[in-house]
């Protein structure tokens, strides 16, 4: 068995910018000649989150309008008075969305469904360049 750990670099929008890393992940499984094992996809960062998605119009407008109703960008939060940053909203969908997502992989292929993508979304309230990192473990 072997463990490839590689990462690479996203610049994002903020204000919920949903982002499909599906090729991106994809090009570190290739490279690394690895078949059959998982995937693990991790963003460092506590005001970003990685999930699956259908990445299509509908949705990338359904799931920041749920996230803001859950959790609205308009309120005060406590972690405002600690830092002045003003994106408490973003630490907090942040972490209900959860940082890192796990997908195995077999013949050299992410077992992904036809129409789920892996996307990197960031709920931060100003423009980042977020770093992904990428192990995999397999053979
Ligand atoms: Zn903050």
Avoid: C
């Avoid at 068995?1 to 570190?28: C, H, L, Q, W, Y």
């Avoid at 499984?29 to 690895?34: A, D, F, P, V």
């Avoid at 309120?75 to 940053?85: A, I, M, S």
């Amino acid at each position: 068995m072997e463990i490839v750990t590689k990462e690479f670099t996203i610049p994002t929008r903020g204000f919920n910018d949903v982002v499909d890393i599906t090729a991106a992940v994809s090009d570190v499984l290739h490279l690394s000649g690895l078949s059959e094992g998982s995937a693990l996809v991790f963003v460092p960062g506590a005001t970003a989150g990685i999930t699956t998605i259908e990445y299509e119009p509908g949705l990338l407008k359904d799931y920041p309008e749920f996230m803001e109703k859950i959790i609205p960008s308009n309120k005060t939060y406590h972690h405002d008075d600690t830092w002045g940053d003003g994106n408490g909203f973003s630490h907090v969908r942040a972490a209900l969305q959860g940082a890192s997502f796990t997908v195995p992989f077999k013949d050299g292929r992410l077992l992904l469904g036809t129409w789920q993508q892996i996307i990197l979304i960031d709920f931060d309230n100003r423009s980042r360049n977020r770093r992904i990192i990428v192990q995999l473990t397999g053979n």
